[in-house]
């Protein structure tokens, strides 16, 4: 904060460019009168004369310049230029030297005149605008010495004073500027109050500069002038004015009684506008400050003086703001007074309907408002999945749809709410709002999704199959929809009308197939299966669709039917070579056999088992026989009795056969025989068998998946050197993407095995292999990062960090969410070198090199705050902790230096107590600081339930302060209770 150039205080008193051609004019019949007068004894008076234009020349060549350097400077930034200006006052500078030379001749031949006092103030004047401050503090002292009762005395202290303002040397300033106040009528009295008011208030004397801005005010209401003094422009006692009033509102903020601003304000101004624009700037100014709160009460007074005024709502969003990250409670409420008092339905919008653009602008900002805060409680359930969270969140929505029912993203808006209550298990009414939203926008982005997730939405609220099977009992006649049924049927059918070649469309006629199959809607049924089957017969999804048409005409004893319908999907070409094909020749030789599977598909498993027992003892077919005992075992399997199960496997394995399907049999009963091993807690025998079911069928892609279950049950065993023999085998005869993946497993499994050498030799694996989880990539570089920070390669460490902060940018949503941790603390480690930084900042015992010192510090304490506010954005509960403990640790570690800030060479008594005392105050603020970042700190662990050893860290720090917070012992070691966060 700086007050404005003292020139702009001065009147100009005409128009700049009117005003600077007169004054060429006079400056050129001036100079050619001089010429004529070389040796007149009026010479001098025309000399003054000349020199006081030149002086006034060089006041509106610098003012221009001065101009055009901002505008250029400003183009500059913003990039309209590229090249970065110079301000260029040569011309000024020339100006100055020709009004000296006057000064000089006049001083050495008219030494006597009574105008020398004049001039040896404008020599001082101009020698200080040239930057020859000795000079012209040398003229000033003999201007003082010799004529102590020149009005220009006033002006050479108003000079110095103006000298030392620009350098910032606050005392010596303040002394001359108050040799002018004790000038009582000087001209520059009111000007000197101003800047002497600025002089305290960067002195910390905030109190009495707040008088001196009155005492400015006052005396520039008042209509006597001050002396006028020859050569020096009048003051603009108007922009004055307005400017002390303007200034005393951040002072004050400083120090005055903010309960009763709008009273002093008056009493200052004497003006109810500006009382309220000075209470308003006030307002801002605390928020700016950071606080919100009590800027908050300053907005509400401002709304209850005029409730319906222009300003109103802005204000209310300002109080909105003021709770934004401190109290979401009391936000939410004013967030809906704001919406309640202030949105287009308002008397406050009604009393300002003329101004349609305020009008409109308001409602755009309280829709982007809300609804940025609804998607946030959004992000919040979802990264929580916690009741309160959602309920909050379900809540929002409601509140944004009450009030903007219209807006161009409602439908968007209630896609996302949709998305929230499929969440919550709402599935009715996501289905509803699912289908709102594609109704509502019909071209719209969601509008595919939407539909989709409708359907699977009203696919949760179907009856179980349990239940269809109750009702439907023995019946064959068609059973009437229960009403969760029609929704999802039309559901579908809108979905499936609507996007024909949707990528889910086979799968919800399928299930819509189901459905009537189920409910006994068989002439509704079998096209829908039909249409599966002819489109794919040889897809999984078409040889259910095929077995389920024939399923129907068994179940309605229709064997006639069966047998035309099996001889029509027969005489298709691609059904007749399918799988489904051959089940179809051999149904007549199955018929003991289909009994077996009836009494299987009906869940009467042990009956069903010891029927394909019975089947198999019987049947001349070899291939019956083995499928037979396969079934058995299953069916044993699935009535739980195992010992029967594997009996049955067994009796497969035991078949010396070399044809495929035997041999896929036998892989697929081996695979089975290790599952029973698995579920009966014999995991070593089940890890064997897996493995050697992938040895012995190596070129089979199902049979390799062997070895990575092999490998998993190994690693939970912890034999770690079976488990990695078994991942290598995987990878090496694997034809699937994901056999990358296992690098990944086999790095955490070394990780947790505590060998982080090795663990990161498989991380490093993954990356160079092409592991495609974003996730995983991400936690690998991290992972590789802080293996080089604990092995002392800082560099190393950081360009992992750097490549962490890169790839989360470009990841996918999921991908972030789940690898948000190591973002947060690659940021977090990235920004501790500033801590280091910062313990090597030492103050000197100058003004100078303290000064350098403290701006160092307030830098990079600037810096590390920033880089702490990016990391606790991401809402990572223990990263909040560690930034907030560690910005305690760090506003500790500035108090120490400070504590040590020895005295400035030079200073002693009253200055050197006065310099203790500003010193203490620096301390207090940031050990304060301190203990509020650590209390939050512990606060923020106790919301997240996370305890390491930053919370131990931070009980530490808040005990320095009160030592009833001081850690009794009970944490000692980090907890991912919840685990919501992804750790």
Known sequence: MKPPRSNDFYDSGAKEAEYEKLLDREIR??????????????????????????????????????????????????????????????????????????????????????????????????????????????????????????????????????????????????????????????????????????????????????????????????????????????????????????????????????????QDFLRVSGDERAALQMLERLAYITADQGNRVVASGLFRELINMNPTGERAAEYQYQVVLAYATSDQKEFRKQLELWLENFGPQSLWSQENGKNRKLVDDVARLQESTLRNHVLQLHQTAQNSRARYSQDIAHAAYQLYVKHFPESEQVAEMQFFHAELLFDMAQYEEAARLYLFSADRDPKGTYREKALLNAVLALEKELPSAQIIEDRRGKSMDPIPFDPPVERFERAATKYISGFPKGEKVEDIERRLGVIYYSYNHFDKAIPVFEKTLLANPKSENGEIAGNLILDIYKLKNDMIGLSDKGQQFLANPAIASSKFGSQIRGLMEKANYAKAEKLAETGDHTPAAKEFETFSGVTKSADLQLAARYKAAQSYEKAGEMSSAARNYQFVLAVNAKDARTQTLQNDARNALAKIYQQSGQLDLAAKQYAAYATLNSKDQKAVNGFFNAAVIWDGLGVTDEASQNYEKYRKFSKKADRNDTFFAEAQMWRRRKNEKRAIQFYQAYLDNGGTDEARRIESVFRIAEYNKVSGQPTKAAKGYTQVLAMHKVAQPLAREASVRFLAESRFNMAQPIRSDMAMIKFGTTDKSQGAAAQNIQTLLKKYLEAMKDVIRLDYGPMIVASLASTGQLYDQIAGKFEKVPIPAGLSGEDAKRYKELIQVEVSKFKNEAKTSYAAAVERSLEFETYGEWTKAARAGLAQYDPTKADSGDIAAETTAGDWMGL
Not at 121 to 136: D, M, P, V
């Open 29 to 262: 019949a001036l100079y050619k009168l001089s010429q004529q007068t070389k040796k007149s004894p009026n010479r001098g008076e025309i000399w003054l004369r000349l020199a006081e234009r030149y002086v006034e020349k060089a006041r509106l060549v610098e003012f221009r310049a001065q101009a055009n350097y901002d505008k250029s400077i400003k183009d500059f930034l913003d990039k309209k230029s590229r090249v970065k200006p110079k301000l260029d006052v040569s011309i000024t500078r020339e100006y100055h030297r020709k009004a000296i030379q006057l000064y000089e001749w006049f001083t050495k031949d008219f030494p006597n005149d009574s105008k020398i006092d004049q001039a040896l103030f404008f020599l001082g004047y101009n020698h200080f605008e040239l930057g020859n401050t000795k000079q012209g503090e040398d003229f000033y002292n003999q201007l003082v010495n010799r004529y102590p009762d020149s009005v220009y005395v006033t002006e050479s202290h108003f000079a110095l004073g103006e000298f030392y303002f620009e350098n910032e040397v606050w005392k010596q300033a303040l002394t001359n500027y108050a040799r002018v106040i004790q000038a009582k009528r000087a001209r520059l009295a009111a000007f000197a109050y101003y800047k002497a008011a600025w002089c305290l208030f960067r002195l910390n004397r905030t109190q009495d500069s707040l008088k001196y801005l009155e005492r400015v005010v006052r005396m520039s209401r008042a209509s006597e002038k001050g002396s006028e003094v020859a050569g020096r422009r009048a003051i603009n006692k108007i922009r004055l004015a307005v400017e002390a009033l303007k200034d005393y509102v951040p002072f004050y903020a400083e120090v005055g009684d903010l309960s009763h601003a709008y």
